[in-house]
Structures are given as structure tokens and as C-alpha cells.
């Protein structure tokens, strides 16, 4: 049994890993910004935690991992806010990683995107902020001691679970939420992903086949 702390409880990858994870026996314990979402955590088999990751400061936050064998990234600030973006997607991400270290919790897995870092996106482009602020969390995480894997999923959708996945293109096509959880379920039991960022759509490769 593994003791994992999940950054963004709420979301669509994340209430899918939830329970895939609570599934195999795992203890995940979910940081969630919205007490109300609380019951649909818990109904996923993970322990929802409240806590304002956009606030609270690297202590904070080391208190929250101290004593966990993993943490997973899964919050996003959903766009729209620029500097929310930058508060959420880059500065929090990367305090999480600060934390996670002074915790002493070494695996750490990011869930970014297929063409993070992107740093093409012009400034006057409303994805720009997202763009930069993926690329400084990933390229910050890609620098620090931790046992780290970024994964790269390309389009999401709320297509069924397939459980095949394609590592092997070189264009952003898609890939279902389902399956996106199952890949981060699977990288967190396989050393071999540390250290390394996976993109992938979906496919015709088994998840563990294609991340071994």
C-alpha cells in the first residue's frame, strides 16, 4: 500500500485516479480547494483534505506530504486568469516541489501536457500564460532531486477507458481522461518512468507495455 497525496482532487483525471488507486488498495488522501466537492472525493475512495494550495505557503504544504510515499499534481487553475495561471500552474506547482523535498517524499509525478514546455505560444495568445507557466513547473521539476515523471497527455476527453495509449507520436492528437488516470496510476508502480517525461495519445500499445 502506497500513501499518496493527490494536488486537484476534484478534477476529471483526478476523481478517476482516485478511485483506480483506492482500487488496488492504495491510501490517497485529495487536496481540494472547495469543501462542497468533499463527497465526491470521498465517493472516489480518497480522503478529501481542504486546503488552498494557491495560498499556502512551502511549510504548509510540507505538512500536508509529511509522512506520504508519492504526490501527484493534478490541479490547474482552468484558464481565463492569467495570473491566477501563473499563481496555480507555475508558482504553487513549483513550491509543491519544494515541499515535497523538505518533506522528504521522493516520487513525485505531474500531470502537464503533450507540448509542455512550450515556449512559442505568442503573448498575445490567450493560451500564452497556461504555455508558460507548464513550462516553468515542468522545466523546474525536471531540475530537482526528486524521483519525478511528467506526463504528456494530448487532448483530453471523456471517451471510455481503452487502456491502450500511443508514446511513439510526434503530434498532439487525444486521449480519454480514463485513460490519462490509468497512466498515472501505472507510472507511480514503475520505476523505470522516473526521470523521464511521457507524452502520449491514445493508441494500440497497453499502458504498461508503452511506459516500460
Not at 18 to 42: K, Q, T, W, Y
Not at 54 to 67: I, K, N, R, W
Amino acid at each position: 500500500m502506497a500513501r499518496i497525496v493527490l494536488i486537484g482532487g476534484h478534477g476529471k483525471v483526478a476523481l478517476r485516479l482516485e478511485r483506480l488507486l483506492a482500487d488496488r488498495g492504495d491510501e490517497v488522501e485529495s487536496l481540494i480547494r472547495n469543501p462542497d466537492h468533499a463527497a465526491d472525493v470521498a465517493a472516489a475512495g480518497a480522503n478529501p483534505v481542504v486546503a488552498d494550495i494557491e495560498t499556502l505557503d512551502v511549510d504548509g504544504l510540507a505538512g500536508l506530504f509529511s509522512g506520504r510515499d508519492a504526490i501527484v499534481w493534478s490541479a490547474g487553475a482552468g484558464g481565463g486568469n492569467p495570473a491566477r495561471t501563473r499563481a496555480v500552474d507555475r508558482d504553487a506547482a513549483i513550491r509543491s516541489m519544494t515541499a515535497a523535498e523538505q518533506a522528504g517524499v521522493r516520487r513525485y509525478v505531474m500531470v502537464s501536457y503533450f507540448d509542455s514546455p512550450d515556449h512559442s505560444v505568442p503573448e498575445t495568445h490567450s493560451f500564452h500564460a497556461y504555455a508558460e507557466a507548464k513550462a516553468a513547473a515542468d522545466e523546474h521539476l525536471a531540475t530537482t532531486a526528486l524521483e519525478w515523471t511528467i506526463l504528456g497527455p494530448s487532448s483530453l476527453t471523456l471517451d471510455e477507458p481503452t487502456g491502450m495509449i500511443d508514446t511513439g507520436a510526434s503530434e498532439s492528437r487525444s486521449v480519454s481522461r480514463a485513460d490519462v488516470a490509468a497512466v498515472a496510476a501505472a507510472v507511480l508502480q514503475n520505476p523505470a518512468t522516473i526521470g523521464r517525461t511521457i507524452r502520449f495519445n491514445s493508441g494500440d500499445t497497453p499502458i504498461a507495455v508503452a511506459i516500460g
